[in-house]
């Protein structure tokens, strides 16, 4: 369930940023291997371990009645997901970097939205919030010899938790006869 929902994350933040901030090469939707040949400017997404936080289960939606069989599946929620995801821009060199920092921003933290929403459409079509915490440049002694500069970029992602369960349905509803006497007694 926690697998399958932070996939979903890292997909469609990968999709967004691909399309969304201009310049980049590729988005990379896991660590690079060290013997990896990076497209620069690049971005690669690390999602780490969820926060499970339990609620009273309610209904998120009922699906359709499964044929001859008097059951359907129905989605419930059953609490929020709160995932630290850290973003990793890589370039060329300092002034790159943070150009492709700064477009970020502006498509992470748009003005007008207030934040970012994405659908996650591998993971029930819910919306997701994602908020960005902060970030830093990555600069050590390694950089200027590898031509790799880095910036680290901490967010955090906002979710439902759904689980869907197969139950049975009242198919026919029951005739109810109800008679009133025609004249009350004392």
């Known amino acids: 369930m926690a697998e399958e929902f932070t996939r979903a994350v890292v997909n469609a933040l990968a999709t967004h940023l691909l399309s969304g901030v201009s310049g980049v090469a590729a988005v990379y939707k896991e660590w690079p291997d060290k013997n990896q040949a990076l497209l620069f400017p690049s971005i690669s997404l690390l999602s780490q371990e969820p926060r499970f936080k339990r609620c009273a289960p309610y209904m998120h ?4 009645l499964i044929p001859g069989t008097a059951t359907s599946l129905n989605t419930y929620v059953i609490g929020h997901y709160d995932v630290p995801v850290q973003v990793d821009i890589w370039a060329r060199n300092k002034p790159e970097r943070a150009t492709i920092l700064d477009r970020f921003i502006q498509v ?5 939205l207030k934040g970012l929403c994405l659908q996650l459409t591998d993971y029930h079509n819910v ?22 500069w880095r910036a680290t ?13 197969t139950e049975y349905v009242i198919t026919n509803e029951p005739e109810l006869v109800f008679t009133t006497p025609n004249e009350i007694i004392p």
Request: include cysteine.
């Open 108 to 112: 992470v933290q748009p003005i007008a």
């Open 127 to 148: 919306w997701t919030a994602f908020s960005m915490l902060g970030y830093r440049w990555i600069d050590d002694e390694k950089a200027p010899s590898t031509q790799e």
């Open 61 to 64: 939606s009922q699906g359709v």
């Open 153 to 165: 970029i901490q967010m955090e992602v906002n979710c439902k938790a759904l689980r869907t369960t």
